[in-house]
């Protein structure tokens, strides 16, 4: 596609990031980039959908803006095309993205029960015995859907819902490390870079995992169009919170607290889908992404404590809160998750 409208007015925002990202017209894209109104008006129809969706709780404005910030997610987790590597776009899509996304979160952290953070220990060797403890007693730590559901009554129709929601994070969470990698040192740099060299298969394109998952999808039915017609809005919000903590340098402290306590907690999710599998008598290969996750996160979860956490805080105490409050928001926004599908699905 080679239009983008002519004008001023942004009556559809999310109309117009997916012109602008499927735009080959990179002469009309830089134009844009470089004037000052078009920008203007770009950023105050993000800020007008933005307070509709996020501070006045409209629903459909909500579906609207997550929507708009998944496909500016995708562009951004998306290598550029030869044609469009002169692009400007960048530019737009960070005016857009930064308005939508901070009032998101806002309104994520508003929506949440700040009061176990009070306690935040600052020293490195108390904090880990206390974060462990702030983990387990949260609902998110041992949720009914995982325990109960899909270990002894989701169908297998259940277990291909359940799969679509997850398409939100677990094909790009190799490049997530990846990205919070960047200027990190020591322990915490060769942690992350052996998360990451585990997510790539340990060398093995067969075993990469977003390869693996996504030959699951397919042994399971899951095409694309599935996806489409079953996501819940749910599922795209958690999606949109995972990527604008990984894309922004401000939320590093956040990203390793929600992205560690993901991995911390992945075993026993991932243990309790295979089980529903063999209850089933699924085929291996419907498991066999999870079943790897199992063994290879059983290591990853305590050893991001040990050496991402706990050298972050030593480093700088003050990272200790920002660090508990990434994990929260993780768990609480997992729970909102797992409540929602369960409404669905556990009828």
């Known amino acids: 596609m080679s239009v983008i409208p002519d004008h001023y007015a942004v009556d559809n925002l999310h109309g117009l990031v997916n012109d602008l990202v499927n735009c080959d017209d990179v002469g009309s894209l830089n134009a844009r980039a470089g ?4 920008r203007q008006a770009v950023a105050d129809a993000a800020r007008t959908l933005a307070s509709q969706a996020f501070t006045d709780h409209d629903e459909d404005a909500a579906r609207r803006a997550h929507a708009t910030l998944a496909v500016l997610y995708d562009w ?9 590597s002169e692009s400007l776009l960048q530019v737009i899509a960070d005016d857009i993205r930064r308005v939508l996304e901070n009032v998101m979160l806002d309104d994520i952290y508003g929506r949440m029960d700040l009061s176990s953070l009070s306690g935040v220990p600052e020293d490195h060797e108390s904090f880990l015995p206390w974060y462990r403890h702030f983990i387990s007693i949260h609902q998110a730590s041992n949720h ?14 259940d277990f291909r819902f359940y799969l679509a929601q997850e398409t939100v ?7 997530i490390l990846a990205m919070l990698i960047v200027g990190t040192v020591g322990p915490e740099k ?5 998360n990451l060299w585990d997510e790539l298969g340990n060398g093995d394109p067969a075993d990469v995992h977003p390869t693996v998952f996504a030959q699951t999808l397919r042994d399971a039915g899951v095409q694309q169009d599935f996806v489409s017609g079953n996501i819940m809005a749910e599922s795209i919000a958690s999606g949109n919170v995972s990527a604008a903590l990984a ?9 390793i607290g929600y992205f560690g306590v993901t991995e911390y907690l992945t075993p026993r ?5 295979v089980l529903g ?10 498991y066999r992404y999870h079943d790897m996750h199992i063994q290879v996160d059983a290591r990853h979860g305590p050893s991001w404590f040990k050496n991402i956490v706990l050298p972050a805080i030593a480093r700088e105490p003050r990272s200790a809160r920002d660090i508990a409050f990434g994990t929260l928001i993780r768990m609480e926004t997992s729970t909102w998750f797992l409540n929602a599908i369960q409404r669905v699905l556990d009828v």
């Not at 994070?169 to 190799?174: A, G, S």
């Not at 060769?190 to 052996?194: I, T, V, Y």
């Not at 894309?247 to 956040?254: E, I, Q, T």
């Open 247 to 255: 894309l922004s340098k401000r939320h590093y402290y956040k990203a």
């Open 35 to 38: 004037d000052d109104r078009y």
């Open 190 to 194: 060769m942690e992350l870079g052996g």
């Open 277 to 286: 599998c063999k209850r089933l008598g699924l085929p291996e290969a419907a």
């Open 76 to 84: 951004y987790f998306s290598p550029p095309s030869v044609d469009g």
């Open 169 to 175: 994070l677990d094909p790009r969470f190799d490049d």
């Open 269 to 273: 999710r991932f243990r309790s889908f």
């Open 144 to 157: 009914s859907f995982y325990r109960d559901f899909l270990e002894n009554r989701a169908t297998p129709e």
